[in-house]
Protein backbone atom coordinates (compact mmCIF):
# COMPACT_ATOMS: atom_id res chain seq x y z
CA UNK A 1 0.00 0.00 0.00
CA UNK A 2 2.58 2.71 0.71
CA UNK A 3 4.66 1.56 -2.00
CA UNK A 4 1.46 2.28 -4.58
CA UNK A 5 0.64 5.72 -2.20
CA UNK A 6 4.38 6.63 -2.93
CA UNK A 7 4.34 6.23 -6.71
CA UNK A 8 0.78 8.09 -7.42
CA UNK A 9 2.08 10.76 -5.56
CA UNK A 10 5.63 10.99 -7.57
CA UNK A 11 3.39 10.68 -10.66
CA UNK A 12 1.46 13.80 -9.26
CA UNK A 13 4.15 16.07 -8.54
CA UNK A 14 6.51 14.90 -11.27
CA UNK A 15 3.53 15.25 -13.42
CA UNK A 16 3.35 19.10 -12.50
CA UNK A 17 6.82 19.87 -12.08
CA UNK A 18 8.35 17.79 -14.96
CA UNK A 19 12.09 19.00 -14.20
CA UNK A 20 12.08 19.17 -10.47
CA UNK A 21 13.84 15.46 -10.24
CA UNK A 22 16.57 14.69 -12.26
CA UNK A 23 17.41 10.75 -13.11
CA UNK A 24 20.85 9.96 -12.06
CA UNK A 25 22.03 8.29 -15.48
CA UNK A 26 21.09 11.65 -16.66
CA UNK A 27 24.41 13.24 -15.17
CA UNK A 28 23.14 16.45 -15.12
CA UNK A 29 25.40 19.95 -15.03
CA UNK A 30 26.35 20.99 -10.86
CA UNK A 31 26.63 24.54 -10.50
CA UNK A 32 29.51 26.03 -8.15
CA UNK A 33 27.24 26.05 -5.42
CA UNK A 34 25.42 22.96 -3.81
CA UNK A 35 23.11 22.71 -0.87
CA UNK A 36 21.69 20.10 0.11
CA UNK A 37 18.79 18.87 1.99
CA UNK A 38 17.75 15.13 3.44
CA UNK A 39 15.53 13.38 5.73
CA UNK A 40 14.78 10.44 7.28
CA UNK A 41 11.71 8.72 9.00
CA UNK A 42 10.44 12.11 10.97
CA UNK A 43 7.84 13.40 9.70
CA UNK A 44 8.80 17.03 12.02
CA UNK A 45 11.68 18.56 10.84
CA UNK A 46 14.37 17.85 8.08
CA UNK A 47 17.20 15.76 9.05
CA UNK A 48 19.50 18.34 7.32
CA UNK A 49 19.27 22.13 5.91
CA UNK A 50 20.99 24.70 4.80
CA UNK A 51 20.68 27.80 6.43
CA UNK A 52 23.00 30.34 4.09
CA UNK A 53 23.90 30.69 0.60
CA UNK A 54 24.77 33.36 -1.94
CA UNK A 55 22.80 34.63 -4.86
CA UNK A 56 23.55 32.72 -8.55
CA UNK A 57 23.06 29.42 -9.94
CA UNK A 58 22.92 26.47 -7.66
CA UNK A 59 22.44 22.98 -7.25
CA UNK A 60 20.18 21.82 -4.96
CA UNK A 61 20.32 18.04 -3.31
CA UNK A 62 17.39 16.56 -2.06
CA UNK A 63 17.84 13.34 -0.51
CA UNK A 64 15.26 11.38 1.31
CA UNK A 65 16.62 7.62 1.35
CA UNK A 66 17.51 4.59 3.46
CA UNK A 67 21.63 6.22 3.07
CA UNK A 68 19.95 9.56 5.18
CA UNK A 69 17.83 7.51 7.48
CA UNK A 70 14.86 6.73 5.96
CA UNK A 71 14.11 3.11 6.93
CA UNK A 72 10.49 2.87 6.74
CA UNK A 73 9.89 4.36 3.68
CA UNK A 74 7.92 7.38 4.25
CA UNK A 75 7.96 10.11 1.32
CA UNK A 76 8.69 13.89 1.76
CA UNK A 77 8.86 16.96 -0.09
CA UNK A 78 10.85 19.99 -0.54
CA UNK A 79 9.32 22.75 -1.55
CA UNK A 80 9.60 26.72 -1.73
CA UNK A 81 6.91 28.85 -0.32
CA UNK A 82 5.72 31.21 -3.33
CA UNK A 83 3.50 33.59 -1.58
CA UNK A 84 4.00 34.00 2.25
CA UNK A 85 4.47 38.28 2.56
CA UNK A 86 8.20 38.33 3.55
CA UNK A 87 10.40 35.92 1.21
CA UNK A 88 11.28 35.60 -2.16
CA UNK A 89 8.73 33.78 -4.50
CA UNK A 90 11.31 33.45 -7.44
CA UNK A 91 12.10 29.88 -7.16
CA UNK A 92 9.39 27.43 -8.19
CA UNK A 93 10.53 24.13 -6.17
CA UNK A 94 8.33 20.88 -5.35
CA UNK A 95 10.33 17.63 -4.92
CA UNK A 96 8.88 14.38 -3.78
CA UNK A 97 11.49 11.46 -2.89
CA UNK A 98 10.89 8.39 -1.61
CA UNK A 99 13.23 5.51 -0.44
CA UNK A 100 11.30 3.28 -3.40
CA UNK A 101 11.35 6.14 -6.17
CA UNK A 102 13.73 5.36 -9.51
CA UNK A 103 16.41 7.64 -7.87
CA UNK A 104 16.19 5.98 -5.01
CA UNK A 105 15.07 8.89 -2.79
CA UNK A 106 17.94 11.30 -4.39
CA UNK A 107 17.32 14.11 -6.55
CA UNK A 108 18.65 17.26 -7.74
CA UNK A 109 17.63 20.65 -9.24
CA UNK A 110 19.47 23.53 -10.23
CA UNK A 111 18.03 27.27 -9.83
CA UNK A 112 18.81 30.79 -9.64
CA UNK A 113 18.83 32.25 -5.97
CA UNK A 114 18.19 36.13 -5.32
CA UNK A 115 19.35 37.82 -2.03
CA UNK A 116 16.52 37.68 0.55
CA UNK A 117 14.86 34.88 2.45
CA UNK A 118 13.54 31.75 1.17
CA UNK A 119 10.99 30.04 2.90
CA UNK A 120 10.72 25.46 2.17
CA UNK A 121 8.61 23.32 3.71
CA UNK A 122 6.84 19.62 3.10
CA UNK A 123 3.85 20.11 0.94
CA UNK A 124 2.28 16.63 2.20
CA UNK A 125 -0.64 17.07 4.10
CA UNK A 126 0.43 16.74 7.70
CA UNK A 127 3.78 17.09 7.45
CA UNK A 128 3.61 21.09 7.25
CA UNK A 129 5.47 21.40 10.88
CA UNK A 130 8.87 20.55 8.59
CA UNK A 131 9.67 24.22 7.70
CA UNK A 132 12.68 26.38 7.66
CA UNK A 133 14.42 29.66 6.23
CA UNK A 134 16.87 30.13 3.84
CA UNK A 135 18.95 33.44 3.49
CA UNK A 136 20.53 34.44 0.80
CA UNK A 137 23.35 37.09 0.62
CA UNK A 138 24.85 39.50 -2.62
CA UNK A 139 28.07 37.31 -2.17
CA UNK A 140 29.84 40.54 -3.53
CA UNK A 141 32.84 39.64 -1.02
CA UNK A 142 34.90 42.22 1.06
CA UNK A 143 31.73 43.29 2.39
CA UNK A 144 30.25 42.67 5.72
CA UNK A 145 28.87 38.29 5.38
CA UNK A 146 28.08 38.16 9.03
CA UNK A 147 24.36 38.32 9.89
CA UNK A 148 23.33 39.91 12.79
CA UNK A 149 23.02 38.49 16.23
CA UNK A 150 19.31 38.97 17.74
CA UNK A 151 17.93 37.66 21.34
CA UNK A 152 14.80 38.04 23.28
CA UNK A 153 13.54 38.17 26.91
CA UNK A 154 10.32 37.54 28.63
CA UNK A 155 9.58 39.53 31.52
CA UNK A 156 6.35 39.93 33.65
CA UNK A 157 4.74 38.60 36.78
CA UNK A 158 4.75 34.75 37.43
CA UNK A 159 3.55 31.76 39.41
CA UNK A 160 5.08 28.83 41.24
CA UNK A 161 5.01 27.04 38.15
CA UNK A 162 6.63 29.53 35.61
CA UNK A 163 3.41 30.49 34.14
CA UNK A 164 3.08 34.75 33.04
CA UNK A 165 0.24 35.96 35.24
CA UNK A 166 -2.52 38.13 32.87
CA UNK A 167 0.22 39.30 30.37
CA UNK A 168 3.87 38.95 29.36
CA UNK A 169 6.04 40.95 27.66
CA UNK A 170 9.00 40.04 24.77
CA UNK A 171 11.76 42.22 24.25
CA UNK A 172 14.05 41.81 21.30
CA UNK A 173 17.24 43.14 21.26
CA UNK A 174 19.59 42.87 17.92
CA UNK A 175 23.39 43.96 17.13
CA UNK A 176 25.82 43.80 14.47
CA UNK A 177 29.70 44.63 14.49
CA UNK A 178 29.84 45.24 10.59
CA UNK A 179 27.42 47.38 8.65
CA UNK A 180 24.91 47.67 11.33
CA UNK A 181 21.25 46.44 12.37
CA UNK A 182 19.18 48.18 9.69
CA UNK A 183 15.53 46.00 10.69
CA UNK A 184 14.24 43.59 13.05
CA UNK A 185 11.09 41.93 12.78
CA UNK A 186 8.95 39.63 15.10
CA UNK A 187 6.06 37.59 15.00
CA UNK A 188 3.61 35.59 17.47
CA UNK A 189 2.14 32.43 17.25
CA UNK A 190 3.50 31.86 13.71
CA UNK A 191 0.91 34.49 12.21
CA UNK A 192 3.23 37.46 10.18
CA UNK A 193 6.19 38.84 10.42
CA UNK A 194 5.87 42.45 11.24
CA UNK A 195 8.68 45.60 12.40
CA UNK A 196 9.82 45.35 15.84
CA UNK A 197 9.87 48.98 17.25
CA UNK A 198 9.18 48.32 21.03
CA UNK A 199 8.64 45.65 23.34
CA UNK A 200 5.69 43.32 22.19
CA UNK A 201 2.87 42.86 24.91
CA UNK A 202 1.16 39.44 25.06
CA UNK A 203 -2.00 38.99 26.71
CA UNK A 204 -4.11 36.47 25.27
CA UNK A 205 -4.23 33.23 27.87
CA UNK A 206 -3.00 29.85 26.87
CA UNK A 207 0.95 29.23 25.12
CA UNK A 208 2.87 31.13 22.75
CA UNK A 209 5.75 31.16 20.67
CA UNK A 210 7.64 34.92 19.69
CA UNK A 211 9.89 34.34 17.21
CA UNK A 212 11.96 36.83 15.82
CA UNK A 213 14.68 37.98 13.45
CA UNK A 214 17.15 40.37 12.62
CA UNK A 215 18.79 41.98 8.95
CA UNK A 216 21.94 44.14 8.87
CA UNK A 217 22.47 46.95 6.01
CA UNK A 218 24.04 44.86 3.57
CA UNK A 219 21.70 42.34 3.47
CA UNK A 220 22.24 39.46 5.75
CA UNK A 221 19.76 38.22 8.00
CA UNK A 222 19.72 36.47 11.30
CA UNK A 223 18.28 32.97 11.71
CA UNK A 224 15.21 32.80 13.15
CA UNK A 225 15.31 32.76 17.10
CA UNK A 226 12.21 32.04 19.62
CA UNK A 227 10.86 32.36 23.10
CA UNK A 228 8.59 30.60 24.22
CA UNK A 229 5.99 30.67 27.47
CA UNK A 230 2.63 30.39 28.92
CA UNK A 231 -0.20 32.99 29.90
CA UNK A 232 -2.77 32.15 32.43
CA UNK A 233 -5.27 33.72 34.25
CA UNK A 234 -4.84 36.07 37.24
CA UNK A 235 -6.39 35.14 40.38
CA UNK A 236 -9.93 36.06 40.83
CA UNK A 237 -8.94 37.14 44.47
CA UNK A 238 -6.82 39.96 43.73
CA UNK A 239 -7.38 42.89 45.60
CA UNK A 240 -3.96 44.33 46.22
CA UNK A 241 -2.53 46.80 44.12
CA UNK A 242 0.88 47.09 42.85
CA UNK A 243 3.85 48.02 44.33
CA UNK A 244 6.01 50.98 42.28
CA UNK A 245 8.80 51.90 42.82
CA UNK A 246 11.26 54.59 40.81
CA UNK A 247 15.14 54.91 40.88
CA UNK A 248 17.01 57.91 39.74
CA UNK A 249 20.53 58.02 38.38
CA UNK A 250 22.85 60.30 36.69
CA UNK A 251 26.15 62.42 37.79
CA UNK A 252 25.87 64.65 40.87
CA UNK A 253 27.30 67.55 42.10
CA UNK A 254 28.51 67.61 46.19
CA UNK A 255 24.44 68.61 46.80
CA UNK A 256 22.94 65.78 44.95
CA UNK A 257 21.77 68.10 42.33
CA UNK A 258 22.23 65.90 38.78
CA UNK A 259 24.36 67.87 36.50
CA UNK A 260 22.72 68.31 33.33
CA UNK A 261 20.41 65.27 33.14
CA UNK A 262 18.86 63.17 35.27
CA UNK A 263 17.09 59.60 34.51
CA UNK A 264 14.22 58.40 36.37
CA UNK A 265 13.64 54.43 35.79
CA UNK A 266 10.17 52.98 36.84
CA UNK A 267 9.89 49.28 37.95
CA UNK A 268 6.13 47.80 39.51
CA UNK A 269 5.33 44.21 40.42
CA UNK A 270 2.25 42.37 41.42
CA UNK A 271 2.16 39.27 43.06
CA UNK A 272 -1.59 38.40 42.60
CA UNK A 273 -2.90 38.89 38.79
CA UNK A 274 0.32 40.80 37.48
CA UNK A 275 1.15 44.72 36.14
CA UNK A 276 -1.08 45.83 33.77
CA UNK A 277 0.44 49.19 32.96
CA UNK A 278 2.33 51.95 34.76
CA UNK A 279 1.95 55.66 34.60
CA UNK A 280 3.33 58.80 35.10
CA UNK A 281 3.09 62.65 35.13
CA UNK A 282 5.98 64.66 35.23
CA UNK A 283 5.66 68.51 37.17
CA UNK A 284 2.07 68.58 36.60
CA UNK A 285 1.61 67.28 33.39
CA UNK A 286 -0.97 64.40 32.42
CA UNK A 287 -0.25 61.23 33.56
CA UNK A 288 0.97 59.34 30.67
CA UNK A 289 1.79 55.51 30.19
CA UNK A 290 5.24 54.43 30.90
CA UNK A 291 7.11 52.62 28.35
CA UNK A 292 11.03 53.40 28.50
CA UNK A 293 12.74 55.29 31.18
CA UNK A 294 12.26 58.93 31.96
CA UNK A 295 14.88 61.27 30.67
CA UNK A 296 15.32 64.65 32.15
CA UNK A 297 17.61 67.47 30.93
CA UNK A 298 15.94 71.07 31.75
CA UNK A 299 17.45 72.63 34.49
CA UNK A 300 15.17 73.20 37.50
CA UNK A 301 13.53 71.58 40.47
CA UNK A 302 11.33 69.15 39.33
CA UNK A 303 8.26 66.79 40.38
CA UNK A 304 7.68 63.13 39.17
CA UNK A 305 4.87 61.01 40.36
CA UNK A 306 4.09 58.29 38.73
CA UNK A 307 1.44 54.67 39.88
CA UNK A 308 0.51 51.18 38.69
CA UNK A 309 -2.43 49.24 38.25
CA UNK A 310 -2.27 45.85 38.03
CA UNK A 311 -4.64 43.50 35.54
CA UNK A 312 -7.34 42.92 37.83
CA UNK A 313 -7.81 47.02 38.40
CA UNK A 314 -6.37 47.74 41.61
CA UNK A 315 -4.41 51.23 41.36
CA UNK A 316 -1.24 51.94 43.50
CA UNK A 317 -1.01 54.63 45.83
CA UNK A 318 0.31 57.91 43.95
CA UNK A 319 4.02 58.14 44.38
CA UNK A 320 6.46 61.21 44.29
CA UNK A 321 10.30 61.74 43.70
CA UNK A 322 11.35 65.15 43.36
CA UNK A 323 15.00 65.98 42.38
CA UNK A 324 16.90 69.26 40.60
CA UNK A 325 18.87 69.46 37.58
CA UNK A 326 21.59 71.62 37.28
CA UNK A 327 23.59 73.11 34.48
CA UNK A 328 26.89 71.52 34.01
CA UNK A 329 29.93 73.71 34.83
CA UNK A 330 31.35 75.61 32.12
CA UNK A 331 34.75 73.84 31.05
CA UNK A 332 37.92 75.19 32.60
CA UNK A 333 40.53 76.24 30.20
CA UNK A 334 42.48 78.48 31.97
CA UNK A 335 45.37 77.62 34.22
CA UNK A 336 46.08 78.81 37.56
CA UNK A 337 48.02 81.98 38.32
CA UNK A 338 51.12 81.15 40.36
CA UNK A 339 54.05 83.50 41.90
CA UNK A 340 56.30 83.64 44.11
CA UNK A 341 57.63 86.51 47.15
CA UNK A 342 61.56 85.91 48.48
CA UNK A 343 61.98 87.17 51.84
CA UNK A 344 64.90 87.66 54.47
CA UNK A 345 67.54 90.32 55.51
CA UNK A 346 69.29 92.10 52.98
CA UNK A 347 72.49 93.69 52.53
CA UNK A 348 73.34 96.65 50.83
CA UNK A 349 73.64 94.54 47.83
CA UNK A 350 70.41 92.69 47.91
CA UNK A 351 71.86 89.73 49.01
CA UNK A 352 70.16 87.80 51.64
CA UNK A 353 72.09 87.27 54.83
CA UNK A 354 72.42 84.53 55.87
CA UNK A 355 69.16 82.32 54.54
CA UNK A 356 66.24 83.76 51.91
CA UNK A 357 62.77 82.29 52.20
CA UNK A 358 61.21 81.46 49.28
CA UNK A 359 56.93 81.68 49.41
CA UNK A 360 54.95 80.15 46.30
CA UNK A 361 51.22 81.12 45.64
CA UNK A 362 48.62 79.54 43.15
CA UNK A 363 44.85 80.53 42.75
CA UNK A 364 42.63 79.06 40.01
CA UNK A 365 39.29 80.67 39.95
CA UNK A 366 37.82 77.83 37.79
CA UNK A 367 38.61 74.43 38.95
CA UNK A 368 40.87 75.14 41.68
CA UNK A 369 44.46 74.70 42.49
CA UNK A 370 45.51 70.73 42.07
CA UNK A 371 49.08 71.01 42.72
CA UNK A 372 52.22 73.13 43.20
CA UNK A 373 55.74 72.25 42.29
CA UNK A 374 59.25 73.70 42.55
CA UNK A 375 62.81 73.21 41.75
CA UNK A 376 65.59 74.81 43.16
CA UNK A 377 68.42 75.34 41.18
CA UNK A 378 69.52 72.10 39.16
CA UNK A 379 66.96 69.54 41.67
CA UNK A 380 64.51 68.08 39.94
CA UNK A 381 60.89 69.21 40.47
CA UNK A 382 58.92 68.24 44.04
CA UNK A 383 55.15 69.11 45.48
CA UNK A 384 55.40 72.55 47.62
CA UNK A 385 53.94 72.04 51.12
CA UNK A 386 55.70 74.67 52.57
CA UNK A 387 58.00 77.84 51.99
CA UNK A 388 61.32 76.82 51.05
CA UNK A 389 64.57 78.45 53.11
CA UNK A 390 67.76 78.15 51.10
CA UNK A 391 70.94 78.89 53.37
CA UNK A 392 73.72 77.75 51.12
CA UNK A 393 75.66 80.55 50.27
CA UNK A 394 76.16 81.44 46.62
CA UNK A 395 73.19 82.68 43.46
CA UNK A 396 70.22 80.77 43.16
CA UNK A 397 67.09 79.68 40.66
CA UNK A 398 63.62 78.57 42.03
CA UNK A 399 61.18 77.83 39.41
CA UNK A 400 57.53 77.15 40.18
CA UNK A 401 54.30 76.21 38.60
CA UNK A 402 51.01 74.50 39.22
CA UNK A 403 48.33 72.70 37.70
CA UNK A 404 44.18 73.38 38.58
CA UNK A 405 41.62 70.22 38.65
CA UNK A 406 40.81 70.12 35.33
CA UNK A 407 44.66 69.55 34.14
CA UNK A 408 45.74 73.08 32.94
CA UNK A 409 49.29 73.96 33.91
CA UNK A 410 50.84 77.03 34.36
CA UNK A 411 53.75 78.51 32.49
CA UNK A 412 56.72 77.81 34.15
CA UNK A 413 58.25 80.69 36.12
CA UNK A 414 61.12 81.27 38.32
CA UNK A 415 62.89 83.47 40.70
CA UNK A 416 66.46 84.21 41.65
CA UNK A 417 68.50 85.73 44.47
CA UNK A 418 72.00 85.16 46.37
CA UNK A 419 72.46 84.25 49.53
CA UNK A 420 75.93 85.97 51.59
CA UNK A 421 77.60 84.47 55.03
CA UNK A 422 76.26 86.31 57.55
CA UNK A 423 80.08 87.28 58.71
CA UNK A 424 79.35 85.06 62.08
CA UNK A 425 80.01 81.75 63.39
CA UNK A 426 76.57 80.30 61.94
CA UNK A 427 77.59 77.30 63.66
CA UNK A 428 79.41 77.20 67.11
CA UNK A 429 78.68 73.60 67.72
CA UNK A 430 79.92 72.86 63.82
CA UNK A 431 80.13 69.26 62.86
CA UNK A 432 83.99 68.68 62.12
CA UNK A 433 84.04 64.86 60.96
CA UNK A 434 86.85 64.78 58.21
CA UNK A 435 84.52 63.38 55.45
CA UNK A 436 80.58 64.26 55.09
CA UNK A 437 78.49 61.22 56.62
CA UNK A 438 75.00 60.99 55.77
CA UNK A 439 72.75 58.54 58.26
CA UNK A 440 76.32 56.49 58.78
CA UNK A 441 77.62 56.06 55.66
CA UNK A 442 80.82 57.94 54.55
CA UNK A 443 80.88 59.39 51.45
CA UNK A 444 84.81 60.12 51.31
CA UNK A 445 84.17 63.44 50.07
CA UNK A 446 86.32 66.22 52.47
CA UNK A 447 84.00 68.02 55.25
CA UNK A 448 85.34 71.41 54.47
CA UNK A 449 84.46 74.77 56.15
CA UNK A 450 81.89 76.43 53.41
CA UNK A 451 83.43 80.03 54.56
CA UNK A 452 81.03 80.95 57.71
CA UNK A 453 81.67 78.66 59.86
CA UNK A 454 79.83 75.63 59.06
CA UNK A 455 80.68 72.27 57.07
CA UNK A 456 79.00 70.73 54.59
CA UNK A 457 77.76 68.21 57.11
CA UNK A 458 76.34 71.43 59.13
CA UNK A 459 74.69 72.53 56.24
CA UNK A 460 73.84 68.76 55.22
CA UNK A 461 71.96 68.60 58.47
CA UNK A 462 70.81 65.29 58.58
CA UNK A 463 69.34 65.68 62.09
CA UNK A 464 66.60 68.52 61.11
CA UNK A 465 63.06 67.45 60.81
CA UNK A 466 62.30 66.71 57.32
CA UNK A 467 58.19 65.98 55.73
CA UNK A 468 59.66 63.24 54.16
CA UNK A 469 62.55 61.42 52.71
CA UNK A 470 62.43 62.89 49.27
CA UNK A 471 62.23 66.34 51.03
CA UNK A 472 65.78 65.84 52.85
CA UNK A 473 67.21 64.30 49.31
CA UNK A 474 65.79 67.65 47.67
CA UNK A 475 67.65 69.35 50.30
CA UNK A 476 70.63 67.79 50.10
CA UNK A 477 70.39 68.34 45.83
CA UNK A 478 70.10 72.23 46.75
CA UNK A 479 72.95 72.58 49.18
CA UNK A 480 75.16 70.44 46.76
CA UNK A 481 74.41 72.09 43.82
CA UNK A 482 75.41 75.73 45.59
CA UNK A 483 78.49 74.43 46.72
CA UNK A 484 79.30 73.46 43.01
CA UNK A 485 78.27 76.68 41.71
CA UNK A 486 80.40 78.36 44.60
CA UNK A 487 83.41 76.27 44.01
CA UNK A 488 83.71 73.99 47.02
CA UNK A 489 82.46 70.87 45.60
CA UNK A 490 83.10 69.26 42.06
CA UNK A 491 80.35 67.54 39.93
CA UNK A 492 81.69 63.70 41.06
CA UNK A 493 81.64 64.99 45.07
CA UNK A 494 78.10 65.90 45.00
CA UNK A 495 77.11 62.84 42.97
CA UNK A 496 78.78 61.07 45.65
CA UNK A 497 76.82 63.39 48.38
CA UNK A 498 73.22 62.97 46.53
CA UNK A 499 73.64 59.43 46.74
CA UNK A 500 74.06 58.80 50.03
CA UNK A 501 71.33 60.80 50.70
CA UNK A 502 69.27 58.66 48.73
CA UNK A 503 70.14 55.83 50.40
CA UNK A 504 69.66 57.12 53.91
CA UNK A 505 66.62 57.00 56.01
CA UNK A 506 66.36 60.69 57.07
CA UNK A 507 63.11 61.80 56.41
CA UNK A 508 61.67 58.41 56.29
Known amino acids: MTRRLTAALAAFLLTVIPWAATPASAAPRVAEQVLTWTADGDITRYKSAPAQAVAGETTIIWENSEATGNTIGMPHTLTFDTSTEGYNHDVTLNILASPFDANNGRHQATVTLTPGRYRYFCSIPGHSQMV????????????????????????????????????????????????????????????????????????????????FRATDQDGNVSAVGSVSFRIVEPGEDDTTAPVVTAALAGEQDGDGNYIGTATATLTATDAGSGVATIEYALDGAAFTAYTNPIVVNAAGMHMLHYRATDVAGNTSAEQMSHFTVVAPPEEDDTPPAVAAAVTGERNGDGAYVGAATVTVTATDAGSGVASVEYALDTGGWT??????????????????????????????????????????????????????????????????????????????????????????????????????????????????????????????
Open 383 to 508: AYATPVTVRATGAHTLRYRATDAAGNASTEQSTTFTVVADGTDACPGSDTRATVVIDGDDTGVGNVDTGDGCTINDLIDEHADYPDHAHFVRHVEAVTAALVAGGTLDRRQQGAIVRAAARSDVGA
Open 132 to 211: GELVVTDGGGGGDTTPPTVTAAVAGDRDSDGNYLGAATVTVTATDTGSGVETVEYQVDDTSFLPYTEPVRVTAIGDHSVQ
